[in-house]
């Protein structure tokens, strides 16, 4: 890549085969398969939407690319390499927030906590507090920069790891059910973010079933089904072939097309 924006058929991440079996007692024999044969391959400067119903394998995939979750089988190359080669550059380009708001909670206070990503990737002094201060300014905390980070509500802490991300700067995003506690305007903040990330070239990957909201922005609809790709393609292609069992609601019945599903206007 010669500077500019990445070409879209610039491979992030090649997925063959890839499975995951987790063992244990109470399921069938050999297992639970939470994901069985997924091949894609995600493409730098796309955003990918994963959608699927509860249960579906959506995390665990999440888990997988980031390498935070061994595979069953399969493989998954980051750039070209196998995944664990691949760790030390995975982290620095990747961002991720968590479907659980909590779990990601690292500083004692907001501004340590967002300013924690950057300072780990060594920005410093006048940058980082640019950073740390935009990031805040964009998800509406800067009132709360100096309130602990526990004491957050659950939207409000599901805001705070957005602005992690943001000021970390990352290539590549992943947002699990990044909707999920937010009000209206906590929506409308991750919708831009989602938008202004894409048009400045950065991959998103977003896990949800809140097709509504975000789907205007997609390139790519992705419908896993109890740990199976069912599909995967253009957005408007893949609804007209939406099969009521994947549990997905198609959300032009409340919008005349793929292109107003969402509620920021694009
Ligand atoms: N550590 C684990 N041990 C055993 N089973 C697991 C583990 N993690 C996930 N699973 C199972 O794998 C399946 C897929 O889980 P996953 O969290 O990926 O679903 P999801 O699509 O993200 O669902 P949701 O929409 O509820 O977030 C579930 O049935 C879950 O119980
Ligand atoms: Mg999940």
Not at 26 to 31: D, I, K
Not at 202 to 230: N, P, Q
């Amino acid at each position: 890549m010669l500077g500019g924006s990445p070409s879209l058929r610039e491979i992030l991440f090649s997925v063959r085969n890839l499975s995951k079996t987790f063992p244990g007692t109470g399921y069938n024999e050999g297992g639970f398969r939470a994901l069985s044969g997924l091949n894609l391959n995600i493409f730098a400067g796309e955003c990918l939407l994963v959608a699927g119903s509860n249960g579906s394998g959506k995390t665990v995939f999440m888990k997988i690319l980031a390498a935070l979750m061994d595979l069953s089988g399969g493989e998954v190359l980051f750039r070209g390499l196998p995944l664990e080669k691949a760790v030390p550059r995975l982290r620095r380009e990747l961002g991720l927030v968590f479907q659980d708001a909590d779990a990601q909670i690292i500083g004692e206070t907001v501004v340590e906590d967002v300013a924690f990503g950057p300072k780990n990737l060594g920005a410093s002094g006048s940058t980082l507090e640019e950073r740390v201060n935009r990031a805040l300014e964009s998800m509406g905390l800067s009132a709360k920069r100096d309130f602990s980070s526990r004491d957050l509500s659950g939207g409000e802490k599901r805001r705070l790891a957005v602005a992690g991300i943001l000021a970390m700067g990352c290539e590549i995003i992943i947002l699990d059910e990044p909707f999920a506690n937010l009000d209206y305007f906590g929506v409308i903040q991750v919708l831009e973010l989602i938008r202004d990330q894409k048009k400045q070239g950065k991959t998103l990957i977003v896990l949800t079933h809140e097709l509504e909201k975000v789907l205007a922005f997609a390139d790519r609809l992705l419908i896993l089904d109890r740990g199976i790709l069912r599909d995967d393609g253009k957005p408007e292609e893949v609804l007209d072939r939406l099969l009521p069992e994947y549990g997905i609601r198609d959300p032009r019945q409340s919008y005349r097309s793929a292109g107003d599903c969402t509620w920021l206007p694009v």
